[in-house]
Each structure stands twice: as C-alpha cells, then as structure tokens.
C-alpha cells in the first residue's frame, strides 16, 4: 500500500482523548445546579456528540430547551478554563505523528468543535504548530458531515483528497469523508456506545488502536508504539490487547 498524500483526524475522540477534561466540566455545570456527579463511563460514549449529545445526556434539555443556551454557556465556560488537565494523546497516536512527520507526510485537524476551543487545545498539548492544517466547527459555514471542511483543509495541506485519509470516532466523520472522495476511516478506540456499528458506516477501515493506522500508511507498526499500547492496555484493563483489525 502506498502512503497518503495527506492524513485529516477529527479531535476528540480519535486524535486526542478529551473526555477526562470533559467530564470534568460538565460535573462541575452539575453541582452548580444541585445535580450530583455522573460516572466517567455513563458521560465517555456522549463526548462525540458535542455539548447538544452531552447536556442532553445529563440535563434531558434538547438544542431548543429554554436553559439550554445558559447550561451550554456555562459548560463551555468551565471546560475552556480547564481544557487540557487530562487531556493526552490516544495511546499510540504519538508514534503515528512521528512516523508522518518523519516522512513528511503532512497531517491536520478537522473538527466540528467551535475554533475558540480547538486553538487553545492545541497550543496546550503542543501540536498547534506541528499540524499542516486545522479546520473547525465555525471556519466554514458547514461542518461534518458536509465534506467541504474536508475539502478545504486538504486545499490548505495543498494535496490531493482522493490521495488522503480521513480518521475519526463518529459515523458523520465516515459520511463526510467518502463525500469528500478520500479514504475513511472509523476509529472504534474513540467514543462509541453501545449502539453504535462502526462496521457499518461503510468506512474503507476500523481501526481497534491508533497504531492499527499504520497498516493504512504503508508501514510496519513500530515495536515502540506496540510496547507502549500494550503497557497503556495492561494498564487499563490488566489484559493484553487483542490482535487489530485493520479492514
């Protein structure tokens, strides 16, 4: 398999693990109101959905709810005061940048998390700089599943969508790029229920761990990004990783 002309991941949940510094917040929004705190496992499937899928999840208010406006302000509010306690790359995603970097393979961002949030993200785990290109929710006035910040970001990357590979934990991140014309694929590490097929979203990939992307790079996987995927899983879990599945 030749490698990409480009690689596009979406933010939360595929590139970086933001859930941590989410949830936080969003126990903070419940305690103000009087609410006790939720599980981090009842809160994590709902970070893909942005603060519409989380605040419903936890306040039952819909994007047209009377307090929803205040709670969504006030969310965003505590979660941009402390936006990157937590927050880390996925386990093994360290070694997939340094791989397209050291084969100056460019890479980028495309988000449906408004730019007031992705830009100070970024600059606080250091890859503002090292990204080729970072589109978010508001850059454009359409977003994912649209395929136009897709488009745009591979005009800004300067190369060629129908050579490039899109990443990402949601089924309008799939939709978005085979409309773009580019490889998808679906990042099952990432924030998914229990409802949610990502076998079935018609990605060309599903990919169990994000060094299972190296498959899709043309590249042997590293004995380093094994070992520390390994050691984060055993970690997690006390049990080995199973083997991954690529396709």
């Not at 126990?27 to 605040?55: D, H, K, Y």
């Not at 969504?72 to 340094?98: C, D, K, S, W």
């Not at 250091?126 to 745009?152: F, H």
């Not at 005009?155 to 934990?169: C, F, I, T, W």
Request: charged share 20%.
């Amino acid at each position: 398999m030749n490698p990409p002309a480009c690689v596009l991941f979406d933010l939360d949940g595929t590139l970086l693990d933001t859930a941590p510094d989410l949830a936080a917040a969003l126990n903070r929004l419940r305690r103000e109101r009087g609410e006790s705190a939720l599980p981090f496992a009842l809160i994590r499937p709902t970070v893909s959905q942005g603060s519409p899928g989380m605040l419903k999840a936890s306040f039952g208010v819909d994007a047209d709810h009377p307090l929803y406006a205040e709670l969504n302000q006030r969310f965003l509010a505590l979660y941009q005061e402390f936006i990157a306690v937590e927050t880390a790359l996925f386990p093994g995603m360290a070694e997939v940048l340094a791989h397209l970097e050291a084969n100056a393979i460019p890479w980028g961002v495309v988000t449906n998390k408004p730019g007031f949030l992705t830009e100070p993200l970024l600059k606080a785990v250091g890859l503002w700089a090292r990204a080729a290109c970072v589109v978010s929710g508001d850059t454009l006035d359409k977003r994912k599943p649209d395929p136009e910040p897709l488009w745009y970001a591979c005009e800004q990357a300067g190369v060629d969508p129908g050579r490039s590979l899109y990443v990402g934990d949601a089924e309008r991140d799939v939709q978005a790029g085979n409309r773009a014309g580019m490889i998808a694929l679906a990042a099952e590490f990432g924030y998914l229920d229990a409802a949610d097929r990502p076998h079935e979203w018609g990605a060309a990939g599903v990919l169990r761990q994000p060094v299972d992307l190296f498959h899709w790079l043309g590249a042997a996987t590293p004995i380093t990004a094994t070992s520390a995927l390994t050691a984060a899983t055993t970690a997690q879990s006390g049990m080995s990783p199973t083997a991954p599945i690529t396709q």
